[in-house]
């Protein structure tokens, strides 16, 4: 069965330093990972898949199969970035499984 | 574009009424729409897959007869919480399934806004 896995249900960095959201997955096929993020009182919106290899917001997330993790990091925290933040798996069918999210707070 | 619609956004009623929740999509066609349930403070849960003219496939542990789900059209699916009790109260949330173009980009999920469900 898969499994996602945020350790981090919240996270507080201040305005300019890094920023690193981890999500570890477990799945026994080929996995397709995304990124979504839930700004206050706003809808789901994806942000990052990771086949697209893309940089969206600043926001960069690489595939390591060989740690099953798929980091969401961000060199410079911006405090527009406060948000939720769900790491998910796609499985067959485009079913997602999504972690149990990661409230980031950017103080000023 | 790309957009989904639920509706209502919020909802209260009795113990024992039945409750039905509209998702769109407003500007594409979806053959496939995602129904999930959501817990104050914990993850999205999914609860079913819902296929345009065919029935809806249901998660372990979600029982079809409470929550009916119909696919009418390729714009319109449709959740129903039949019965209803206290502890069917949630934050309800769909998706739907559009392809995207480009030859990296695969299919994506956009989401509606949610529905409240309170139940008295």
């Known amino acids: 069965a898969q499994r996602v896995t945020q350790p981090e249900k919240l996270l507080s960095v201040f305005k300019g330093a890094p920023v690193e959201l981890k999500c570890n997955y477990s799945y026994s096929g080929s996995p397709e990972l995304f990124w979504y993020v839930q700004y206050s009182r706003q809808r789901l919106q994806l942000l990052l898949r990771h086949i697209s290899r893309e940089s969206i917001k600043g926001f960069t997330a690489d595939l390591n199969k060989g740690e099953t993790s798929f980091h969401l990091k961000k060199p410079f925290a911006q405090e527009e970035d406060s948000a939720m933040y769900y790491c998910a798996l796609g499985s067959s069918g485009s079913r997602l499984t999504f972690g149990e999210g990661t409230q980031l707070t950017v103080n000023p | 574009g790309a957009v989904v619609s639920q509706h209502p956004s919020r909802v209260i009623c009795k113990s024992g009424t039945s409750v039905k929740i509209e998702c769109r999509s407003l500007?594409?066609?979806?053959?496939?729409m995602f129904w999930y349930r959501q817990f104050p403070k914990q993850s999205l849960m999914l609860m079913a897959t819902?296929?345009?003219?065919?029935?809806?496939?249901?998660e372990q542990g979600v029982e079809k007869d409470k929550f009916l789900i119909n696919h009418a059209s390729l714009t319109l699916s449709t959740l129903t919480v039949t019965s209803a009790h206290p502890e069917d109260s949630s934050f309800y949330i769909c998706s739907a399934r559009a392809w995207t173009s480009g030859g990296a980009a695969r299919n994506e999920q956009f989401f509606g806004p949610g529905t409240r469900l309170t139940v008295l």
């Open positions: 819902s296929n345009e003219g065919s029935k809806a496939t249901y």
């Open positions: 500007d594409f066609q979806a053959t496939t």
